[in-house]
T-cell receptor, first 114, second 114 residues
Framework: GQQLNQSPQSMFIQEGEDVSMNCTSS?????WLWYKQDPGEGPVLLIA?????ELTSNGRLTAQFGITRKDSFLNISASIPSDVGIYFC??????????????FGKGTLLTVNP | DTGVSQNPRHKITKRGQNVTFRCDPI?????LYWYRQTLGQGPEFLTY????????KSRLLSDRFSAERPKGSFSTLEIQRTEQGDSAMYLC????????????FGPGTRLTVT
């Protein structure tokens, strides 16, 4: 099935550093969601974006909905060891029928060195 | 805890056996989704319910798979005549009707087919 292009595939950083990752698509989405997944667990919703150009923060996390509606970005500032995990972007086309389903990227594996 | 719950968390079965998983969504969430996640990939959409009506099924959902949500509350996903390729994490998510497009995931059921 279709998946979004998410990069980088993995990152290894030092505690305290900032992190940026992004997600691109050939199709337009009307909602972008960012999730974090720990091993053996389900994805946990971090941030939801609903409008092109929107910039939303959740603590040290900031995400942006690209102006073309084909991309999104997630930044983590001042990383800490508990930020370790896999971060997924997901796009949703909107309301009605199949538009509710989420299309996911392959994830960015983040490792934080204390 | 009022989040999405899934049972069992782990299932090991022999090829050819039938398995059934259960998902209990967040209370009063009308929409329920099933996704499948294999190693190194993001979740992929399988099927979606609004109340008790199954509104969409992915091509990934072969005729060996069936999902139900008989009373519009919990849902079950059954796989008949399991194959080794069915080994994956099966994730359930729910969302409310109305304007919110956010989906909240359960912890998943890890299926291993030997």
């Amino acid at each position: 099935g279709q998946q979004l292009n998410q990069s980088p595939q993995s990152m290894f950083i030092q505690e305290g550093e900032d992190v940026s990752m992004n997600c691109t698509s050939s199709s337009i989405f009307n909602t972008w969601l960012w999730y974090k997944q720990d091993p053996g667990e389900g994805p946990v919703l971090l941030i939801a974006l609903y409008k092109a150009g929107e910039l939303t923060s959740n603590g040290r996390l900031t995400a942006q909905f690209g102006i073309t509606r084909k991309d999104s970005f997630l930044n983590i500032s001042a990383s800490i060891p508990s930020d370790v995990g896999i971060y997924f972007c997901a796009g949703q086309r909107g309301s009605g029928g199949s538009n509710y389903k989420l299309t996911f990227g392959k994830g960015t594996l983040l490792t934080v060195n204390p | 805890d009022t989040g999405v719950s899934q049972n069992p968390r782990h299932k090991i079965t022999k090829r050819g056996q039938n398995v059934t998983f259960r998902c209990d969504p967040i209370s009063e969430h009308n929409r329920l989704y099933w996704y499948r996640q294999t190693l190194g990939q993001g979740p992929e959409f399988l099927t979606y319910f609004q109340n008790e009506a199954q509104l969409e099924k992915s091509r990934l959902l072969s005729d060996r798979f069936s999902a139900e949500r008989p009373k519009g509350s919990f849902s079950t996903l059954e796989i008949q005549r399991t194959e080794q390729g069915d080994s994956a994490m099966y994730l359930c998510a729910s969302s409310p009707t109305g304007g919110s497009r956010e989906q909240y995931f359960g912890p998943g059921t890890r299926l291993t087919v030997t």
